[in-house]
């Protein structure tokens, strides 16, 4: 019985958690939508960031940019690493006018263990700092330095993403950076669910293609 029992864990439940996670979590559960308007996204557009049809996970450094990029490298471990080579994946993140010098030295610390081409800075004057981050319509705050510790889960269809019922805050609007568990767990559970419910929508479009 116990060799039975030893085979389910080495070999069976593996296999369950692949299939659950590659056939598309979405068929358990979607997460939820939080603000369905954040259009204003667009006005932020750049050359170089493109919201529209992207998966963002987007951050605030400010003016306190190392401060921030110490909390950003909890989630640079925990989900940029796992997740950046995945098809429209991308971070965005916040910054002051400023910060050119800083950013560099953080894409070089990415670049040590990873590829930060996926990593992307959004340099912005205070006033739209604080618009982009109001237009959220969370319920958490800048601080005096125009930065947070916190990471917002922005769709394809620039639609806030979220939890509805959070064991612990109810409506949980972004995910703490600076806390490791925090981001290992809740955010990493939730940027999987976000990423299968677009890969079982392409698997979707594709087998009905092909009838």
Same mark, same amino acid.
């Given at each position: 019985?116990?060799?039975?029992?030893?085979?389910?864990?080495?070999?069976?439940?593996?296999?369950?958690?692949?299939?659950?996670?590659?056939?598309?979590?979405?068929?358990?559960?979607?997460?939820?939508?939080?603000?369905?308007?954040?259009?204003?996204? *667009?006005?932020?557009?750049?050359?170089?960031?493109?919201?529209?049809?992207?998966?963002?996970?987007?951050?605030?450094?400010?003016?306190?940019?190392?401060?921030?990029?110490?909390?950003?490298?909890?989630?640079?471990? *925990?989900?940029?690493?796992?997740?950046?080579?995945?098809?429209?994946?991308?971070?965005?993140?916040?910054?002051?006018?400023?910060?050119?010098?800083?950013?560099?030295?953080?894409?070089?610390?990415?670049?040590?263990?990873?590829?930060?081409?996926?990593?992307?800075?959004?340099?912005?004057?205070?006033?739209?700092?604080?618009?982009?981050?109001?237009?959220?319509?969370?319920?958490?705050?800048?601080?005096?330095?125009?930065?947070?510790?916190?990471?917002?889960?922005?769709?394809?269809?620039?639609?806030?993403?979220?939890?509805?019922?959070?064991?612990?805050?109810?409506?949980?609007?972004?995910?703490?950076?600076?806390?490791?568990?925090?981001?290992?767990? *809740?955010?990493?559970?939730?940027?999987?669910?976000?990423?299968?419910?677009?890969?079982?929508?392409?698997?979707?479009?594709?087998?009905?293609?092909?009838?």
């Amino acid at each position: 019985m116990k060799k039975y029992i030893v085979l389910i864990v080495l070999f069976v439940l593996p296999l369950v958690a692949y299939l659950f996670f590659s056939s598309g979590i979405n068929s358990f559960g979607r997460l939820p939508v939080l603000n369905e308007n954040l259009s204003v996204l *667009k006005s932020f557009e750049t050359d170089s960031i493109n919201f529209d049809n992207k998966i963002t996970i987007l951050t605030f450094f400010g003016h306190n940019f190392d401060v921030r990029k110490v909390h950003a490298f909890n989630m640079k471990e *925990k989900i940029y690493d796992r997740y950046h080579e995945f098809d429209n994946f991308q971070v965005v993140t916040v910054t002051s006018p400023n910060s050119e010098e800083d950013i560099q030295t953080f894409k070089a610390e990415i670049n040590k263990s990873s590829d930060a081409s996926e990593w992307l800075f959004m340099p912005l004057e205070d006033e739209d700092t604080k618009s982009l981050f109001n237009s959220l319509n969370s319920d958490l705050q800048l601080d005096n330095e125009l930065s947070s510790p916190y990471a917002f889960i922005i769709d394809k269809k620039m639609k806030l993403r979220g939890r509805s019922d959070d064991e612990e805050e109810g409506t949980k609007f972004a995910y703490d950076m600076s806390n490791l568990k925090e981001v290992s767990d *809740k955010m990493n559970d939730d940027v999987k669910i976000i990423l299968a419910e677009y890969r079982f929508a392409l698997k979707k479009n594709n087998a009905q293609r092909q009838k």
